[in-house]
Nanobody, 119 residues
Framework: QVQLVESGGRLVQAGGSLRLSCAAS????????MVWYRQTPDEQRESVAG???????TYLDAVKGRFTISRDDDKNTVYLQMNSLKPEDTAVYYC?????????????WGKGTQVTVSS
């Protein structure tokens, strides 16, 4: 099993910055990807940014140039630096770990952290 704990979400004014963290523990495997998702009450969960163990990175178009994903494998932690925040970035942000276990890809989710951007 893998446990993921997100932190860093809070209320911030538009134009401000936040850094989210996601700490992983448990049965961690080398082949993996870490992905940040977000979800609002009336929308589906969407992928915001992802990073593989090899360092390949993808971003949702709406956050390109504003958000930066990074990982520290010594700390088993992935970060999401969010700059120039907009009210439409308001959501619960979730961390997902996608890892290879005995030839099967398995997903683990954190419980989320609330980000609220006021206008």
């Amino acid at each position: 099993q893998v446990q993921l704990v997100e932190s860093g979400g809070r209320l911030v004014q538009a134009g401000g910055s936040l850094r989210l963290s996601c700490a992983a523990s448990g049965s961690l495997r080398r082949q993996n990807a870490m992905v940040w998702y977000r979800q609002t009450p009336d929308e589906q969960r969407e992928s915001v940014a992802g990073i593989t163990y090899g360092g390949s990175i993808t971003y949702l178009d709406a956050v390109k140039g504003r958000f930066t994903i990074s990982r520290d494998d010594d700390k088993n932690t992935v970060y999401l630096q969010m700059n120039s925040l907009k009210p439409e970035d308001t959501a619960v942000y979730y961390c997902k770990r996608h890892q290879l276990e005995d030839s099967t890809w398995v997903d683990y989710w954190g419980k989320g952290t609330q980000v609220t951007v006021s206008s």
